[in-house]
């Protein structure tokens, strides 16, 4: 069974440019999350998708982030502009369903830097 | 709003020592969920277990164990006779009723050296 797949791996960009990160979940996952895991913190969670509705985005910050997942399958996450202090790893995951029934999958994650 | 400590930030054991991880957590809710995840090297987020609040029987998985006081409000990992194979970031997370407010706690990096 494939994992979690994200994509790009790496990427630097400049303040006040615009970068996006795309997810694949586990085939069949119902729920999509994103989380942020700044260098020497745990993962934050910006925003939880089941099938393609939004469940909890209530830490991401909305002025400049955005995410989506179309069909409830694919979602990318998007930020415009970004700043100096969302260089973090991106992580993707994904669970058949609820975490609090089912187990969460993540993904290898995307490390931002942004200079 | 939900709270997960963790307040060991790092920890350094000899092979075949055993060694306690400390999650202490905070939450209104009467119904909540307690997880385990080991982050390796690579970087990727390993699910190690989840228990319900209604459930605080301890949990022995072959050189893991899990002990759950609510009393205290604690969810102390342990790790027996560790292997350099243990070497990780450990991050006690908690979540609510339908998995949802999911908060991770600051980690904890065990060293185990041979």
């Known amino acids: 069974e494939a994992g979690v797949a994200q994509s790009p791996r790496y990427k630097i960009i400049e303040k006040r440019q615009s970068v996006a990160f795309w997810c694949n979940p586990i085939s069949g996952h119902a729920t999509l999350y994103w989380y942020q895991q700044i260098l020497g913190q745990g993962p934050k969670l910006l925003i939880q998708f089941q099938n393609n509705g939004v469940v909890d985005d209530s830490q991401l910050p909305k002025d400049r982030f955005s995410a989506e997942r179309l069909k409830g399958v694919d979602s990318t996450l998007k930020i415009q502009p970004a700043k100096l202090e969302d260089s973090a790893v991106y992580l993707c995951?994904?669970?058949?369903?609820?975490?609090?029934?089912?187990?969460?999958?993540f993904g290898p994650g995307t490390r931002l830097t942004v200079t | 709003a939900q709270k997960v400590t963790q307040a060991q930030t790092e920890i350094s054991v000899v092979e075949k020592e055993d060694v306690t991880l400390d999650c202490v957590y905070e939450t209104r809710d009467t119904t909540y969920y307690l997880f385990w995840y080991k982050q390796p090297p690579s970087g990727e987020l390993v699910f190690l277990i989840r228990r319900n609040s209604f459930d605080e029987q301890n949990e022995i998985s072959g050189r893991y164990s899990w002990n759950f006081q609510k009393s205290t409000s604690s969810f102390n990992f342990t790790i027996t006779a560790s292997q350099v194979v243990d070497s990780a970031v450990y991050f006690c997370a908690l979540s609510l009723n339908y998995g949802q407010n999911f908060v991770f706690g600051p980690g904890t990096r065990l060293s185990v050296l041979p």
């Open positions: 995951a994904s669970s058949l369903d609820r975490a609090d029934l089912y187990e969460q999958y």
